[in-house]
Nanobody
Framework: QVQLVESGGGLVQPGGSLRLSCAAS????????MSWYRQAPGKEREWVAS????????KYADSVKGRFTISRHNARNTLYLQMRDLKPEDTAVYFC???????WGRGTQVTVSS
């Protein structure tokens, strides 16, 4: 079955950086575009970024554009999210998801606080 295991979250000060990873299995990773989503306390889950199957094209939510970079390594079945200049409003649980597959992992918590 589809498994998505997010990791790399943690507590970071404003202005800091983190790199999230998503290890995917149970489907042919290179056949699917992938996305990152996040859910802050008391808010709905929101889309953060997406990348095409080959990693050639990426898109970002306006709130993270210029600060976050999505990438993938198809040979390793892994998706990444490099986050820089983190802000308190980036605090959330972050999830990865393949497009067209309705499956979610447990997410990884990112907390931005001084």
């Amino acid at each position: 079955q589809v498994q998505l295991v997010e990791s790399g979250g943690g507590l970071v000060q404003p202005g800091g950086s983190l790199r999230l990873s998503c290890a995917a299995s149970g489907f042919t990773f290179r056949y699917y575009a992938m996305s990152w989503y996040r859910q802050a306390p008391g808010k709905e889950r929101e889309w953060v970024a997406s990348v095409t199957k080959d990693g050639g094209v990426s898109k970002y939510a306006d709130s993270v554009k210029g600060r976050f970079t999505i990438s993938r390594h198809n040979a390793r079945n892994t998706l990444y999210l490099q986050m820089r200049d983190l802000k308190p409003e980036d605090t959330a649980v972050y999830f990865c998801k393949p497009q067209e597959i309705d499956s979610w992992g447990r997410g990884t918590q990112v907390t931005v606080s001084s």
